[in-house]
């Protein structure tokens, strides 16, 4: 258990939705990222918060978002969705200035 | 464009042999570069490696990282069942904030 809890597992939703995938980091992390894993395109980096801040962009869509919370847990909103937008999605942790991040169990989204 | 290469994709060896991944990359502002197992969901960390810090050993695995070749190999000797997975390797580039890279991966299969 890396101390990472993302929920839900699984999520199955239709086209055009929106869904929201929580991340609790572990604690005394103040970093989070998120990745998007799917089979043809391996583990992409969407996005890092630090201590509430958006930190790094990566390859996020438009049409999805996030945001950190004074907590530290860490919000992924998914809107519009596509048949496209099926993937794995983690979210990782690590401390400040320690670069060894630890991944959740990721939340398993498919869209219909 | 920022990009990390491993190969080979797909790698099935019996028990006992040892195995060689590697992992290239062409990344601006190189911080660190991390090795990652992934069994059934979730990554687990198995190394990073710094300009400070090439050479790393952890049991039957290592992992040495060439920054003048823009290269790492991790080892795995003496394989085991349990080694089979698959293994990602990631660079982490120091731009705004800590922007990851992942490698699509090597899935490693050991055979009894």
């Known amino acids: 258990d890396s101390g990472v809890t993302q929920t839900p597992k699984h999520l199955i939703t239709a086209t055009g939705q929106r869904v929201t995938l929580r991340c609790s980091p572990r604690?005394?992390?103040?970093?989070v990222y998120w990745y998007q894993q799917s089979l043809d395109q391996g583990l992409q980096f969407l996005i890092q918060?630090?201590?509430?801040?958006?930190?790094a962009k990566g390859n996020i869509l438009e049409r999805f978002s996030a945001q950190q919370f004074p907590d530290l847990h860490s919000e992924l909103n998914l809107s519009s969705l596509e048949l496209g937008d099926s993937a794995l999605y983690f979210c990782?942790?690590?401390?400040?200035?320690?670069?060894?991040?630890?991944f959740g169990q990721g939340t398993r989204l498919t869209v219909v | 464009e920022d990009k990390v290469v491993q190969s080979p994709l797909s790698l099935v060896v019996h028990e006992g042999d040892t195995v060689t991944l590697n992992c290239s990359y062409e990344?601006?502002?190189?911080?660190?570069l991390l090795w990652y197992k992934q069994e059934k969901k979730a990554p687990t960390f198995l190394f990073m490696l710094?300009?400070?810090?090439i050479e790393k050993k952890s049991g039957r695995l290592s992992s040495i990282l060439d920054k003048k070749e823009l290269s790492s190999i991790l080892n795995i000797t003496a394989t085991q069942t349990g080694d089979s997975a698959i293994y990602l390797c990631?660079?982490?580039?120091?731009?705004?904030?800590?922007?990851?890279?992942f490698g699509t991966g090597t899935s490693l299969t050991v055979i009894p």
């Open positions: 604690s005394g992390d103040l970093s």
């Open positions: 990782a942790s690590s401390k400040q200035g320690n670069t060894e991040a630890f």
């Open positions: 710094t300009s400070s810090g």
């Open positions: 918060y630090y201590n509430g801040e958006e930190r």
């Open positions: 990631a660079v982490e580039a120091l731009n705004t904030g800590n922007q990851f890279y």
């Open positions: 990344v601006t502002n190189f911080r660190s």
